[in-house]
């Protein structure tokens, strides 16, 4: 092993080379710096696997040298020394991927208690490392059966207990019906922004690897298998007579969560249930599914069975019934906007789980049939691709993804709608609107509400009929206005201009000379009037 100890204090670099017992840490070389400009000399010449580095250094921190470092590809831990303690300096150690933050003065032993970390998590990365080079079909193997055992166990397939039982022996797993357990599981639900994720094997590796050391700090093995992509189960299991308690285990988890969110950029959520019998585990894997579908929202949180409100049995029938009246005008802006609001209520009130917004699903979808029919066209013409189909049909999953289809096929409906409203007498009631209210600042979102159509077709429909855009007619009109109150009245000009709804004057005297080549003030002068 390679360390590298940066700091501009001579007298602390000598004395963490002196003092620290590197032969017993097995360093066979330990190179100094005294600033980040000699340390990137190094680093881009000798490989180094360590760094001791000071945080407050003058022209270049620490925490900036850590950062090139990561930017450059090195592969390094680093352990920050310091005599501050600063809460910035912690979080940003943490983002940067830092392995330890330990202030200054410290005593020798610390650093080197810190040092071993370091080396041992190298040590697993290096493993991890070999895995991937020559270990992937030994370890596919042994996955895939007890992968296989497990499933058995855990579905309740044809295969009984005492088989499981002497299958999972096979891999020194000694459980029986009344052997006590926990179970918990695990869903990586998104990735944090910016993150590129990880292929599914990956993860699963990393996640059992972290389980593994953080459950064996309480005497405790694990057995973690894949139900789908992304989605683990974890059992522990009593071990002569020695099982950890449901506090521990949420202790472990908690620190699970938080390793994978701050260091991976995994967001991840986890069901948990109270101890229960080997006997028992099929009908807790149950329960817990249940209580992963049921986060519709895709909180990343933990959740525990028994905690769960009661939804009620809230009817929301009657209120897609009224969008009715607006399918009825075509208007399918307005029922897409009173199906995501009706959505959002009953989300915030708490009354959304798996099997509701199941149910919620199927009532929309009678609106989307009724809309399909109000236009002639086929339901099936809205999913030509079946791609689309196919995530369409999973929408009564999340709520995230029934926004995401009530967007879809209400958009669908209305571009539709081109062509079959009576688009004349649209755009004569939206001029007489605008003439309406030309002392206000309006815009197209306030004509979409007075209306109920979406800004875009609103626009479309203008547009095509008259050759202008909204907002080029309604500054055309105000400007009309404007004029005509210039010649025939005695008014100051800053008046009229808030007669048509302009409060910055020089904002609506270049809207008058772009629309007439002439300024308002001019325009005045021009009629004589005073």
């Not at 080079?133 to 042994?142: A, D, N, V």
């Not at 069975?305 to 929301?316: R, V």
Request: proline letters at 1%.
């Amino acid at each position: 092993m390679v360390v590298l100890v940066v700091d501009d204090q001579t007298n602390v670099v000598s004395g963490i080379v002196s003092g620290v017992r590197w032969h017993r840490l097995g360093v066979q070389k330990v190179l100094t710096a005294y600033n980040a400009f000699e340390a990137k000399e190094i680093l881009e010449k000798q490989q180094v696997h360590l760094m001791l580095c000071d945080i407050e250094m003058p022209a270049e921190n620490g925490l900036s040298l850590l950062r090139w470092a990561r930017e450059e590809g090195y592969m390094l831990e680093c352990i920050f020394l310091t005599s501050h303690a600063d809460f910035q300096y912690t979080r940003e150690t943490i983002r940067l991927g830092g392995f330890d933050y330990i202030l200054q003065p410290a005593r020798y032993e610390d650093i080197e208690g810190a040092i071993s970390r370091a080396f041992q998590k190298m040590e697993k990365e290096n493993e991890r490392l070999r895995y991937a080079s020559y270990g992937q079909l030994l370890y596919h193997r042994k996955k895939k059966v007890m992968d296989s055992v497990l499933k058995d166990w855990y579905t309740g397939k044809e295969t009984g207990l005492e088989e499981i039982w002497k299958d999972l022996a096979m891999f020194r797993v000694l459980l029986k019906d009344n052997s006590r357990v926990h179970l918990t599981l695990i869903y990586v639900n998104s990735w944090r922004q910016g993150i590129q994720p990880w292929e599914a094997e990956l993860v699963r590796f990393t996640m059992e690897n972290i389980l593994e050391e953080l459950f064996e700090r309480y005497g405790q093995d694990i057995l973690l298998s894949e139900s789908k992509p992304y989605r683990y189960n974890i059992l522990l299991y009593e071990k002569d007579g020695n099982l950890i308690d449901r506090e521990g285990v949420v202790r472990q988890i908690e620190l699970l969560k938080d390793i994978c969110e701050n260091r991976f950029g995994m967001e991840i959520s986890c069901y948990m249930g109270n101890e229960c019998l080997a006997g028992q585990v099929r009908e807790r894997i149950r329960e817990l599914e249940q209580l992963e579908k049921d986060n519709v929202e895709n909180v990343n949180r933990l959740f525990f069975l028994g905690e769960q409100e009661q939804i009620s049995e809230e009817d929301f029938s009657n209120e897609m019934d009224s969008w009715a009246g607006f399918l009825e005008k075509g208007n399918f802006a307005r029922v897409k906007e009173e199906s995501i609001k009706c959505l959002g209520r009953l989300a915030r009130a708490g009354k959304m789980n798996a099997r509701k917004l199941k149910q919620f699903f199927l009532g929309y979808m009678q609106v989307v049939c009724s809309g399909a029919n109000y236009l002639g066209i086929s339901v099936k013409d809205m999913f030509a691709d079946e791609s689309e189909l196919d995530e369409s049909l999973k929408s009564g999953e999340s709520l995230a993804g029934m926004e995401r289809f009530i967007r879809l096929t209400m958009d669908y409906l209305d571009n539709q709608m081109v062509g079959r409203t009576d688009e004349i007498n649209l755009v004569d009631e939206m001029k007489e609107y605008i003439h309406a209210n030309l002392e206000k600042d309006i815009r197209r979102s306030d004509i979409a509400e007075a209306f109920y159509f979406s800004q875009d077709y609103l626009s479309r429909v203008f547009k095509k009929e008259t050759g202008m855009s909204l907002k080029e007619y309604m500054i055309e009109a105000k400007m009309q206005e404007a004029r005509l109150l210039l010649q025939s009245t005695t008014l100051p000009v800053s008046i009229i201009a808030m007669k048509v709804g302009y409060t910055n004057f020089s904002y609506f005297s270049q809207f008058y000379k772009k629309t007439f080549d002439i300024t308002p003030t001019d325009e005045r002068k021009k009629d004589d009037i005073i």
